[in-house]
């Protein structure tokens, strides 16, 4: 019997071959993009599930409450005596690791000079808490002072193919540091990337010789709470209930911890981190869970489209199998016999789907890779968990496209079907298959609106006046001249060059946080007042002019007042704010009471961190050294030639290789996040919209189909191309019509909540919601128009004779 | 074999009913070839339908063999049409996407006779009605009258005591009509009860007896 079932679905598919192709395809591709999100999904929430305990393991961050009307402030830094202290306090904890970033530096050997590595300062400790498995060495070998670890792509990219253990490279132009491990490559989904570990002891040690740089966090002595430096994580012991501990922990920072009231210390899982953690000093740039979920529900939009259209042309088609039906019926099937074999095709189709959408996924897989930047994986043979979504998937949406046509069109008398057209047999799947059509539309009108909403707005935070320029910036990591004059005669060779307009150097570029100063000094404060948490950046004279920040009050800092160059201050908006101050001119500020000057003009906020967080206070110092960011302004055009001309000027006059990058990259990639969502959602939409035309022809052909003889007549008796036509068309954009009713108010309120999460934010207009829906209009009718202007045109003889 | 007593059958359309069938009284014997004769809307069908269980009379008491039709539950109706029944069919309602052999399997199939059993049913089937050789083509490379051929066939593979046919040659040509009475009437010598329902005087002389119908009046019964 199953042979039997088997047959006639297959013959059944291949006799209606165009409609079975919109049906499996339009399946496929919605399964596909189903199964593509759900990887994206499983790639993002498997960060740094790689460490063994992955769930034990929790980080120590700062939550600033000093603005009372606006959310905390997060920052992932934490005294620097805390790690210490847990370890003795809290026998719950079997490790702490505290380590320091310490950023791109520079690392010498033999003849090469790399800027990008990444180093931190670690303890051997740091692998106790965390899982990077070690090719050569271990983690002893990080006791000792002036010793690094490299990870295998790093040795790859200084040393080649020789072995680096015992070599030397040089650090910055500081010191030297004996490579003494080789770890296995960082996991792509870890939110912590290095290329060198140092030996905390070498900071030590190094501070201890030479008491200086390292910004003012060290001029202060160990032991010191008030010092906030480095990461600080640690791993609780198995038996341990982490909110039990957590409760003890906020009791015992409380007592520890009494420098700055309205900062708080709390604790993170780490397996948070990549969606949650959001704030200043974070180790890399997060991905957010708000847009994971966004993410999620549009795969649940697409899979529901996509079912909703099998449905509906399964439920349209098996019309045409009345008769098969019928004929069971009066040889002796049984109602249940005839529900599972419908059921059991509707399953065995989207099997075979699967498959078609398994292929899909592994052709499509490698372009969404490159659209969203990551590396993501689909491997389902291998992986039980893949396999059984799948599964599971097709099961699921075969069920629930097959049970409505199963029910409905066994629930018909054999006679009814058998005497040709009886009350009824038509009628009923229609009501349930524009059901259908309409909520396909209200989904891919409301996907249409939201992503139209979404661009927009996340346009608008890309393209927000970040209030510095952006455009035309070359930035040139200024490191690596043996002497200043070498820099100055590099600086002037550049702006001999007609392509060169400007060049500015500072501590930090512009969107990067400079040091963060917990202790700063001001005019008229109390010692015991808690003050304000600031940032603070050292700049060259043209800083302002170069990236047009504004000055809002006072005077830029300038050649002729000498004394600028020593304790002079420019605050930014939200730094009077933070103090309380209508105006700042002529008062008293330091960033710390050692370095006390006065402010001699107010800035603009501008966001030196993305726009998803408020501008912090901010305190900008003139310098002249370590401005190691260089920023070159150029003529748009001829951007090569100008670009080989720094490049071989840079040659003549520093001893390390030229490394530059396009300062407007450097800030699309701040906002990669946004840039994915935007992407996916684009795509999806256009997928949704595919899919919903698809449902239309399908149900548009076999209307016409079922409909040929009417047609005909109606042609008999006068009616025009035009008109039945129309007639035709009519019946579909009607749907898409009401559609828009529905969805219109459904992603107003759905848009309006979520831009209520952005700061910044853009203004729902109308005309999004009209062009929507026209955009849908025109592509229904268009679908549409085709079939019906093609089955108007049939001769209404042949159609007629058939009967 | 099959007793009729005061069958009517009407739909109701408004507050009015329409009467198809009137107060029909008839007896019909094993064996017999009984032709149901009667202009357009004479309610031929209906009387067939009813017969064979696929239409419930309104009204009025239907026995067929011990069994009390009237009484039947729609189950128990159609375990027992798909015991005793064939049915043929003017358009002959073969399943498109089935060749002529999976075809007169699917009965089979149904009444759950075993693979071997069934294998052996067909070809001799197929043998008896001459179309072996068209075993594995589709409804739609027949003509008509093979069409028709291969719907007789189906509606006797399963043994069953009572054909219904409802204007068998009604879309086939004479020749191709001639065959398939030809046929009927072999089935019948060998006890087969028929019963078919035809405009066509030509039909109605191969069968024993001939039954009148007229605005759902039983008018006649030679």
Redesign the interface.
């Known amino acids: 019997m199953i042979k039997n079932y088997f047959k006639v679905a297959l013959r059944n598919l291949i006799r209606h071959k165009s409609f079975s192709l919109i049906n499996i395809a339009g399946l496929a591709v919605g399964m596909a993009l189903c199964l593509m999100i759900l990887v994206y999904i499983r790639y993002e929430l498997s960060y740094d599930r790689f460490h063994k305990d992955a769930d034990d393991i929790y980080r120590v961050i700062l939550e600033n409450n000093f603005f009372e009307h606006s959310d905390s402030l997060f920052l992932n830094i934490a005294p620097l005596p805390l790690a210490e202290a847990m370890k003795e306090d809290f026998p719950e904890i079997s490790a702490v690791a505290q380590f320091g970033d310490e950023g791109q530096s520079l690392i010498r050997y033999q003849d090469k000079a790399l800027f990008d590595n990444r180093v931190f300062y670690v303890e051997p400790s740091f692998f106790d808490v965390f899982s990077f498995p070690f090719l050569a060495g271990n983690p002893e070998v990080l006791e000792k002072p002036y010793r690094a670890v490299i990870t295998r792509k790093t040795a790859q990219k200084i040393f080649g193919d020789d072995n680096p253990i015992g070599k030397s490279v040089r650090y910055g132009s500081v010191f030297d540091l004996e490579i003494s491990g080789i770890l296995d490559d960082i996991p792509i989904n870890s939110h912590m990337n290095f290329d060198f570990l140092v030996s905390m002891e070498t900071r030590r040690d190094y501070w201890h010789e030479n008491v200086t740089g390292g910004g003012m966090i060290s001029l202060r002595g160990v032991g010191d709470w008030g010092i906030l430096s480095g990461k600080t994580y640690f791993k609780l012991r198995k038996d341990c209930d982490f909110n039990a501990f957590e409760k003890k922990f906020q009791s015992w920072i409380d007592g520890k911890y009494t420098e700055v009231k309205f900062m708080k210390f709390i604790l993170q899982p780490m397996t948070d981190i990549h969606l949650q953690g959001r704030g200043g000093f974070e180790l890399e740039n997060n991905s957010d869970l708000r847009y994971v979920i966004f993410v999620s529900v549009m795969a649940l939009l697409i899979l529901v489209i996509s079912i909703f259209n099998y449905m509906n042309l399964s439920t349209a088609r098996s019309t045409s199998r009345m008769k098969e039906v019928g004929v069971r019926k009066i040889l002796g099937a049984k109602r249940f016999g005839l529900i599972r074999q419908f059921l059991g095709e509707s399953i065995f189709l989207t099997l075979f789907t699967l498959l078609l959408s398994v292929a899909l996924v592994e052709l499509g897989l490698p372009y969404f890779n490159d659209l969203v930047g990551i590396e993501l994986d689909f491997n389902p043979l291998a992986d039980v968990y893949q396999m059984s979504v799948l599964i599971g998937l097709a099961l699921v949406v075969g069920l629930l496209a097959g049970v409505y046509p199963a029910l409905f069109i066994s629930s018909y008398k054999a006679l009814d079907i058998m005497s040709g057209n009886p009350v009824g047999v038509n009628r009923k799947p229609s009501f349930f298959r524009n059901g259908l059509v309409l909520s396909q539309n209200v989904i891919a009108i409301g996907l249409i609106i939201c992503t139209a909403v979404v661009y927009q707005q996340l346009t608008f935070i890309g393209g927000k006046d970040k209030g510095y320029e952006t455009k035309n910036i070359i930035a040139v990591p200024a490191r690596g001249f043996r002497m200043s004059k070498d820099l100055s005669s590099f600086t002037e060779k550049l702006l001999n060059h007609p392509g060169i307009l400007d060049i500015t150097r500072s501590l930090t570029y512009p969107f990067e946080e400079g040091g963060g100063a917990t202790h700063i000094w001001y005019e008229g404060m109390n010692a015991s007042d808690p003050t304000p948490f600031f940032v603070w950046t050292k700049v060259d004279y043209n800083f302002l002019d170069f990236y047009n920040i504004e000055l809002l009050e006072g005077r830029n800092f300038s050649r002729d007042f000498p004394s600028d160059s020593k304790n002079a201050y420019l605050l930014n908006e939200a730094a009077l704010k933070a103090l309380g101050w209508e105006t700042a001119v002529g008062k008293n500020f330091g960033i710390c009471e050692r370095d006390k000057g006065k402010v001699i003009g107010v800035i603009k906020d501008f966001h030196f961190n993305s726009l998803h967080e408020s501008v912090q206070p901010l305190a900008v110092k003139l310098s002249s050294n370590e401005l190691y960011s260089m920023s070159i302004k150029v003529e748009p055009d001829n951007l090569s030639n100008t670009l080989e001309y720094i490049r071989n000027t840079w040659k003549e006059c520093s001893v390390v290789p030229f490394n530059y990058f396009m300062f407007e990259d450097r800030i699309a990639e701040m906002y990669r996040s946004e840039q994915n969502l935007k992407t996916i959602f684009t795509y999806t939409t256009i997928i949704a919209l595919f899919l919903a035309c698809l449902g239309l022809l399908g149900l548009a052909s076999y209307t016409a189909e079922r409909r040929t003889r009417e047609i005909g007549i109606r042609k008999v008796f006068g009616a025009t191309v035009t008109s039945l036509s129309l007639m035709l068309s009519r019946q579909y954009t009607k749907w898409v019509l009401l559609a828009n009713m529905v969805a219109w108010p459904l992603a107003y309120y759905g848009m309006n909540r979520w831009l209520e999460t952005y700061s910044y934010r853009i203004q729902l207009s109308w005309y999004i919601f009209v062009l929507s829906g026209a955009v849908a209009l025109l592509i229904a009718v268009l679908t549409v128009a085709f079939q019906s202007i093609k089955s108007a045109l049939t001769n209404p003889v042949e159609v007629l004779r058939h009967e | 074999m099959i007793q009729l007593r005061n069958i009517t059958r009407y739909y109701a359309s408004g507050s009015l009913n329409t009467y198809v069938l009137r107060r029909i009284n008839l007896d019909i014997r094993e064996g017999e070839f009984v032709c149901v004769m009667g202009p357009s809307g004479a309610g031929k069908?209906t009387l067939l339908?009813i017969i064979g269980m696929?239409?419930d009379a309104s009204e009025g008491e239907y026995h067929f063999l011990d069994y009390n039709v009237h009484n039947l539950k729609e189950k128990q109706r159609?375990q027992l049409y798909?015991e005793y029944i064939g049915?043929v069919?003017q358009s002959y309602?073969?399943?498109?996407?089935?060749t002529v052999y999976?075809n007169l399997?699917?009965?089979l199939?149904?009444?759950k006779v075993k693979s071997s059993q069934r294998k052996s049913m067909v070809c001799d089937t197929l043998d008896r009605f001459q179309i072996v050789g068209k075993k594995d083509l589709f409804p739609s490379q027949l003509s008509g009258g093979q069409q028709q051929l291969v719907g007789i066939a189906?509606a006797i593979i399963a043994e069953p005591k009572l054909i219904l046919a409802d204007e068998p040659t009604g879309n086939l040509h004479s020749e191709e009509g001639k065959k398939i009475m030809e046929l009927f009437t072999r089935l019948n010598e060998e006890g087969v009860t028929i019963i078919q329902a035809t405009h066509s005087e030509q039909n109605a002389s191969y069968s024993k007896r001939i039954i009148y119908l007229k605005d759902g009046w039983l008018v006649d019964n030679l």
């Open positions: 069908s339908n696929l239409d159609s798909k049915f069919f309602h073969l399943i498109d996407e089935l999976e399997e699917t009965p199939l149904y009444k189906r």
